[in-house]
């Protein structure tokens, strides 16, 4: 059965045991549990990675400068695994990650590296160098941030691959509505810590 951002909500609330209170507004129940359920995400994400392993499109560059040896990444962008060089083809390769010595920063810096091309990673752009060897297709492969299935609202449903640790999600917006009302959180923290240890266990018995 498909669980929601409601039927979460709801048993966060009931395992803080503020069902009649108005301290936390049902909105802000719905965010914690949204943001738990990132969490978990991530958790689960960091274990069973193959499952959340997403190719994003190709990009096309000229390079010779940096502005066009540069390209964004996907809106639901989480974390990178891996930059592609000619994806499809033969001459596809992996590229490594650049990263830049301890130098002065400036204007004056230009990094030598060879004719063979790096990537870095500025916030949501991928930065291909040395420029003079940025012109091809490029792809990214990644993991994609937290998705629910629905429209975006209290409806929405639970990826059906994390369903089986759903209680992460409760426990962890319970513990969020107890930090606003300020009150003991004792046991909740070990239980989480027990969920976590189940999804490490589920992936030595896959």
Known sequence: MAISVATLETRARTRADMVNSSFVT?????QYVRDAYAEL?????NVFQDWFITMGSSSTLTGGTEALSK???TADFGW???VEQDPGTTQRRYLSEFNR???PSGPIYVPVVGLTPFYRLEGKTIVIEPYESAAGTFRIIYVPTATWDGIGDANDTMDTRLERWAQYVTIRAAIMYLHKEE??????????????ERILIA???A
Do not use: Q, R
């Open 71 to 73: 390209f964004n990444v």
């Open 101 to 103: 010595p301890n130098l």
């Open 41 to 45: 995400w991530e958790e689960v994400a």
């Open 80 to 82: 990178l695994l891996h």
């Open 203 to 205: 992936k030595e018995e």
């Open 26 to 30: 049902t909105t802000e129940g719905e």
């Open 183 to 196: 009150s003991s959180t004792e046991g909740l923290y070990g239980e989480l810590a027990a969920l976590k």
